[in-house]
């Protein structure tokens, strides 16, 4: 079992873009297979991992899903001098792209730097502008005629910012959407080993969640869970956020309030954070939380739907910064949860207004 | 066969390259690179002196080079763009300032390191999923971005430098990392210090604050008065594609192409004789050159060019792509042709130079 810090920075470490996530799927398998029961591939790469509870066949069951893709770039074209231009792989902002290390994964894994042309080289129109993601390409260094031998349009371009450590149990680098809350659900798997839990418990990483929701479209139908909790980060307060969309980062994990949140679900996780006494935050997003539970929440006749996220500052950068305080408190209470959930729960998610 | 007194790059300079470009000297602020120069120098140099400014002038050691030697000047600047840390706003945030000139659409994403503890930190942006229609068509500016730090307990302080963070490798043929402009140049000086040629007095010059004004290069040009000076630098090669697909007319120079020799630059008029000896150097010895276009941009040579009664003046520079952005990519091969075409310059020099006609 690798210490969570580890574990996350070699997350980060992998690529796994959204559809290609059999690089970090294969290190999640690993970290889960002492902690599960069964562990599955689903038809579009999710990877499901089942810890079976104590109660009596049938039991309820709880779905625990964090998207593992990451975003990044895919080659459209190789030119003659073997530069390679891009286009996106979930939302990139151009803006972060000039000079960013990068993994193209040709043939080979060629290494190499997204540049930036000079002004002089670009239509009149747009110079002195950020440069659009159309005009950037990737320079690997090496000789025209090798790019081109290795490197056609559809091949992967992923992120290669390092993992780095920040003082204050902070973890800087690239994926940390959803890596981190990858690692929430394995922090929550290894404190359910300690503990006694009535349901059965599907601990699901997602595919395609950036593009197209795939996974977490398609698992829960698979799975059928009584309830789910959608796993995953939201904006920390910091540079360019300064408003209620931002939370405290390191200062607890955020509950989320909103149309993808069954209130029931809410209520019960912010009367837990309370008896705890675990900090946390409300959030609320007042149309669509962004996350696995879009796609969840209308699975066959529709699943309950609880949404935690993590504090994370610059999304969508290759310096992302978490606290992992907050992901540790994020696996606890799903933890503490889990172990709370009897088999008199299910028939207790009702409408306040229907209760009686 | 080789010869121990010529000048070559093998892992050992390499090693040193890679040192000294990991190493963080914002203009103003050239203590670790300094630092490394002095080590390397000192067992090979007659003469040492660290200046008011914090150049470092080294009188090499002369073999055979008689009674008045020629005295020339190499001259490679030890400083880097970077930042200045202006503002602390609490949380681990720093605000800053650019020293030099980098291109603010460089910063966001970037991993930087901070202060003489090289602390790390990142400069972050903005999540896209919240971005203003046509708000990515707009340049983020620099005073809406900050270093993060993390919570390192107030170890970084206003006053500070910073500069990016990228670390030092080798892809294939190329050179890859922050600051190659020039710490190219610096470890080409430090193994012509260490292989002196023998005809003539060299003269070191590893000079500050050239990417804000060229100042050291002034006061090191005036302490050595040199018979002649060369400017070892990087610059720009802008062989990229053209938007359109066009021939791309101002390439500057291209990677691959060997030393790039300067005729022209904002500062400078390069000495016709020392160009004209650079090139017939590298004809004569089958090193490849190639001519910067003539324009803009600049290097120290052009404040020795100009100090006391005026010194015959050019530039060599190893071309570099993305210069003065987080990793500079550079050829192997045309760092290996500068060293060689420099040293073997320099050693086919006599004083008839001075008064060959222009």
């Not at chain 1, 595919?207 to 009584?226: D, F, H, I, K, M």
């Not at chain 1, 993808?260 to 669509?288: C, G």
């Not at chain 2, 050595?224 to 990087?234: C, R």
Request: proline residues 7%; glycine residues 10%; contains cysteine.
């Amino acid at each position: 079992m690798t210490d969570l810090k580890t574990f996350l920075k070699e997350l980060i470490a992998l690529p796994g873009l959204s559809g290609y996530e059999d690089p970090v799927r294969e290190r999640i398998e690993a970290e889960w297979r002492p902690l599960v029961d069964e562990l599955t591939t689903s038809k579009v790469g999710s990877l499901h991992g089942l810890r079976r509870g104590s109660g009596p066949d049938p039991r309820p069951s709880i779905l625990l899903a964090a998207h593992m893709d990451a975003i990044g770039m895919m080659a459209t074209r190789v030119t003659q001098d073997g530069f390679i231009y891009f286009t996106e792989v979930g939302g990139v902002d151009p803006r972060i792209l000039p000079s960013m290390p990068v993994m193209v994964h040709g043939r080979k894994k060629l290494p190499g730097i997204v540049a930036q042309p000079p002004d002089k080289l670009l239509p009149p129109a747009v110079r002195g502008k950020p440069v659009e993601m159309q005009y950037l390409f990737v320079d690997t260094g090496l000789p025209p005629e090798e790019v081109r031998e290795l490197v056609r349009p559809g091949d992967l371009i992923s992120f290669d910012t390092q993992p780095m450590d920040l003082p204050g149990d902070l973890v800087a680098g690239h994926s940390l959407d959803n890596r981190a809350s990858v690692a929430a659900v394995t922090a929550c798997l290894q404190e359910l080993k300690q503990m006694e839990h009535f349901w059965d418990v599907y601990a699901v990483a997602t595919a395609q969640e950036e593009e197209t929701l795939a996974g977490g479209l398609t698992s829960p139908y698979v799975l059928r869970p009584s309830v789910a909790v959608a796993v995953d980060v939201t904006f920390a307060k910091g540079p360019g956020i300064s408003d209620y969309r931002g939370r405290g980062l390191g200062k607890g994990i955020a509950l989320s309030w909103g149309p993808n949140t069954h209130p029931h679900l809410f209520d019960s996780f912010k009367a837990l954070a309370e008896r705890l006494d675990l900090p946390f935050e409300i959030e609320v997003y007042p149309r669509y939380s962004g996350t696995d539970a879009m796609g969840i929440q209308v699975v066959a006749e529709g699943i309950p739907c609880m949404v935690l996220s993590i504090p994370l500052r610059y999304m969508h950068t290759p310096v992302e910064v978490i606290s992992l305080k907050d992901v540790q408190r994020a696996g606890r209470m799903m933890a503490q949860f889990i172990a709370g959930l009897g088999p008199e729960f299910v028939d207790q998610i009702r409408w306040e207004e229907v209760k009686e | 066969m080789s010869d121990a007194t010529i000048p070559t790059i093998a892992a050992e300079q390499i090693a040193l390259l890679e040192k000294l470009s990991n190493a963080c000297a914002v203009s103003g602020d050239e203590q670790q690179v300094r630092r490394i120069v002095l080590d390397e120098v000192k067992d090979h140099a007659a003469g040492i002196k660290i200046d008011a400014l914090g150049n470092v002038l080294v009188t090499c050691q002369t073999r055979d080079a008689g009674p008045n030697p020629l005295r020339v000047m190499i001259d490679a600047h030890m400083d880097e763009v970077g930042f200045m840390i202006v503002e602390d706003d609490k949380e681990g945030l720093l605000r800053f300032e650019p020293v030099g000139g980098i291109d603010e659409r460089q910063l966001p994403g970037k991993v930087v390191l901070v202060g003489k503890e090289n602390l790390p930190g990142v400069i972050g942006a903005k999540p896209i999923h919240l971005t203003e229609e046509g708000e990515t068509g707009q340049k983020i500016p620099i005073e809406a971005l900050r270093i993060d730090v993390g919570q390192n307990g107030g170890k970084v302080k206003v006053g500070d430098r910073a500069t990016f963070g990228t670390r030092f490798r080798q892809i294939g043929p190329s050179l890859v990392g922050k600051a190659l402009d020039d710490r190219l140049g610096v470890a080409l000086l430090i193994e012509l210090v260490k292989h002196p040629p023998a005809n003539v007095q060299l003269l070191a010059a590893f000079t500050v604050q050239e990417e804000i004004g060229l100042r050291g290069a002034r006061v090191a040009g005036y302490s050595l008065a040199p018979d002649l000076a060369i400017a070892v630098d990087s610059t720009p090669a802008f062989d990229l594609p053209v938007w359109d697909d066009h021939e791309n007319g101002g390439y500057n120079t291209r990677l691959g192409d060997g030393p790039a020799i300067y005729i022209a630059d904002a500062g400078t008029l390069s000495d016709p004789r020392l160009i004209r000896h650079l090139a017939q150097t590298g004809e004569a010895l089958g090193i490849p050159y190639q001519f910067r276009q003539p324009g803009g941009g600049g290097t120290d040579a052009g404040a020795i060019h100009r100090t006391r009664a005026g010194v015959p003046s050019v530039s060599v520079s190893i071309p570099g792509r993305y210069a003065h952005t987080a990793a500079q990519v550079s050829r192997l091969s045309d760092w290996e042709n500068t060293l060689a075409l420099v040293y073997h310059a320099v050693s086919r020099l006599d004083r008839s130079i001075l008064s060959a006609e222009r």
